[in-house]
T-cell receptor, first 114, second 114 residues
Framework: DAKTTQPTSMDCAEGRAANLPCNHS???????VYWYRQIHSQGPQYIIH???NNETNEMASLIITEDRKSSTLILPHATLRDTAVYYC???????????????FGTGTKLQVIP | EAQVTQNPRYLITVTGKKLTVTCSQN?????MSWYRQDPGLGLRQIYY???????DKGDVPEGYKVSRKEKRNFPLILESPSPNQTSLYFC?????????????FGPGTRLTVL
């Protein structure tokens, strides 16, 4: 079973911020939150990850609640090219024990509307 | 260019005819994994490998075999394909020593078993 719960789909107006929620209430202390996206049927692409602090990179921001049971991926100015399926997964870091199995759920299909 | 390659990209075959899907990465990654993707089911892990000669089952290993004789290659073998193995397959790799933490995915192999 997936360790995360995400809405099946969301719409966002072009140019507006897209806020994608993820619930991971059973997250363990050594698990990070990772976000990937998949455009059409291409291979998934890494976006961002974090442990407990908020993170930002050139693609997105990641907000993790203080209890770490949920997080939100923020695309600050969504474009049509951001239309994709977004996956939230929890996993230990690759260089730590327990990394072996990585479970993707069904993700959130984000549709950016012109 | 750092990449994961898969071959073939598209394959149509018949039930029972053995086939191999190759996966190769040029990043000297220790970890490699195979996923299948079916509509409504997200990405499901088939097998993974922590290093050369070390492989283990993921969530849906039935009907598949893998081998890891070299660090760069991780072929997926279907000894007797069946129609329920019609799917989109992705290979991925990641490093245990890099700070980037991401899994790199291949472009996918679309398999149809008649």
């Amino acid at each position: 079973d997936a360790k995360t719960t995400q809405p099946t789909s969301m719409d966002c107006a072009e140019g507006r911020a897209a806020n994608l929620p993820c619930n991971h209430s059973t997250i363990s202390g050594n698990e990070y939150v990772y976000w990937y996206r998949q455009i059409h049927s291409q291979g998934p692409q890494y976006i961002i990850h974090g442990l407990k602090n908020n993170e930002t990179n050139e693609m997105a921001s990641l907000i993790i609640t203080e209890d770490r049971k949920s997080s939100t991926l923020i695309l600050p100015h969504a474009t049509l090219r951001d239309t994709a399926v977004y996956y939230c997964i929890v996993s230990p870091r690759p260089n730590s024990g327990g990394y072996q199995k990585v479970t993707f759920g069904t993700g959130t299909k984000l549709q950016v509307i012109p | 260019e750092a990449q994961v390659t898969q071959n073939p990209r598209y394959l149509i075959t018949v039930t029972g005819k053995k086939l191999t899907v190759t996966c190769s990465q040029n990043m000297n990654h220790e970890y490699m994994s195979w996923y299948r993707q079916d509509p409504g089911l997200g990405l499901r892990q088939i097998y993974y490998s922590m290093n050369v000669e070390v492989t283990d089952k993921g969530d849906v290993p039935e009907g598949y075999k893998v081998s890891r004789k070299e660090k760069r290659n991780f072929p997926l073998i279907l000894e007797s394909p069946s129609p329920n193995q019609t799917s989109l397959y992705f290979c991925a790799s990641s490093s245990f020593v890099s700070s980037t933490d991401t899994q790199y995915f291949g472009p996918g192999t679309r398999l149809t078993v008649l």
